[in-house]
């Protein structure tokens, strides 16, 4: 079955900390990796996909195959990265994204 | 201006009333989506669409109906028979179902009272 799993519900930093907001994914195929941001008050918006290998604020993802992860990463978080993340698959049996539970990071002061 | 429009931002319902939810998009997107936020619980989709009259259920389709007359429309009524309906809703629409980037609208909070 293809699942997202994203182990934390929350993840809290101090600003300039670095930060890894982990995915790991179940499907039998070659999937398109996303992730998505929702900042307060704001509508669900595109971060980064992995097949542009972009850095988007900073933040970076690498598709390990292997360990079937996709982990988020930035090495100096911010205040204003502070946002629910959810992590999504593309691929799915209906053709749809298939979303994580998401993970809200609060980069503290 | 471009983009996905949910409306109303906030609704209220009465128990055993249906109600539906609005979203329009302007992208040209054929692929148009109903997903359900919930805390703890992520994005559930409830219904998708690839192109006009026609939609398939999704995770949670159960008490929920849609329709797509019209590419750039696809409203969601939630029937009396949605068991635990007060929700976040959102929309979203992409180019091809299932590829690229999903474009998403503000949401619609539902509250039934």
């Known amino acids: 079955a293809q699942r997202v799993t994203q182990p934390e519900k929350l993840l809290s930093v101090f600003k300039g900390a670095p930060v890894e907001l982990k995915c790991n994914y179940s499907y039998s195929g070659s999937p398109e990796l996303f992730w998505y941001v929702q900042y307060s008050r704001q509508r669900l918006q595109l971060l980064l996909r992995h097949i542009s290998r972009e850095s988007i604020k900073g933040f970076t993802a690498d598709l390990n195959k292997g360990e079937t992860s996709f982990h988020l990463k930035k090495p100096f978080a911010q205040e204003e990265d502070s946002a629910m993340y959810y992590c999504?698959?593309?691929?799915?049996?209906?053709?749809?994204?298939?979303f994580g539970k998401g993970t809200k990071l609060s980069v503290k002061p | 201006d471009g983009g996905i429009t949910q409306s109303p931002k906030y609704l209220f319902r009465k128990e055993g009333q249906n109600v539906t939810l609005s979203c329009e998009q302007n992208l040209n997107h054929d692929a148009m989506y109903w997903y359900r936020q919930d805390p703890g619980q992520g994005l559930r989709l409830i219904y998708y669409s690839q192109i006009v009259n026609d939609f398939q259920k999704g995770d949670i389709a159960e008490g929920y109906s849609v329709s797509r007359e019209k590419k750039e429309s696809f409203p969601l009524t939630v029937t009396s028979a949605q068991k635990n309906p007060t929700a976040f809703y959102l929309c979203?629409?992409?180019?091809?179902?299932?590829?690229?980037?999903?474009?998403f609208g503000q949401g619609t909070r539902l509250t039934v009272v």
């Open positions: 979203a629409s992409s180019i091809i179902r299932g590829e690229g980037e999903a474009f």
């Open positions: 999504a698959l593309s691929g799915g049996s209906q053709g749809n994204l298939i």
